[in-house]
């Protein structure tokens, strides 16, 4: 006798339904965050997925959501490197930079980072946005590091940092050489723009 489902109720069947329309409508997005960026069109995204826009809707209530979705695995990646970095031993300042420098990049060229990472006026910017307080969460060990050297003002948060770099990114967006216009931007606000005195 061969297995026809039996014992798979309608609620697991909607579950399993559920499951798959949200995985279908997180690829089909993620696609079109790369090729549009945060403006990408939900109902485009809900007709490609092969749903409808409430479908999109009750799994991604908000655009923001959406974007923190889609931006999820590139945030963790973010997050073990702030650890991998965590490891080294008296130079807490360059490890700090160079995370720094890592977030930038990222928010430069995967589409639609920046702006799950920026201060939306609808959420407490770290309680009701998942990548930014974990993006803030991963720094922290590395900022008191490069405190202890005396290499950061105290006063320099982690929101400060992820500030800075996703406003340089949003900045630098439309610029022919969007990267290189950030990096060197990054490199003024790091420096200071005020001349070494001797």
């Known amino acids: 006798m061969t297995s026809t489902g039996a014992g ?16 279908r409508i997180l690829a089909v997005a993620a696609e079109e965050v790369a090729v549009q960026g945060a403006d990408a069109s939900l109902e485009q995204i809900a007709r490609v997925a092969g749903v409808g826009s409430a479908t ?37 300042r360059g490890a700090l930079l160079e995370w720094l420098g890592e977030v930038l990049a990222y928010c430069v060229t995967a589409r639609g980072l920046a702006t799950a990472l920026s201060y939306d006026a609808d959420h407490d910017p770290v309680g009701g946005n998942s990548c930014a307080a974990a993006l803030i969460e991963a720094g922290e060990p590395l900022l008191r590091s490069a405190a202890r050297e005396g290499a950061v003002a105290p006063q320099v948060t982690v929101e400060d940092l992820i500030t800075l770099t996703v406003g340089l990114a949003l900045a630098t967006e439309h610029h022919p050489e969007p990267t290189a216009r950030a990096e060197t931007l990054l490199g003024l606000a790091v420096a200071g723009i005020s001349p070494d005195r001797v």
């Open 8 to 23: 798979v109720g309608p609620v697991e069947r909607q579950r399993a339904d559920a499951r798959r329309n949200y995985e």
């Open 56 to 92: 999109v809707r009750r799994h991604f209530p908000t655009r923001r959501a959406l974007l923190e979705a889609v931006s999820q695995q590139r945030i963790e990646t973010l997050c073990a490197r702030a650890g991998e970095l965590g490891g080294r031993d008296g130079d807490g």
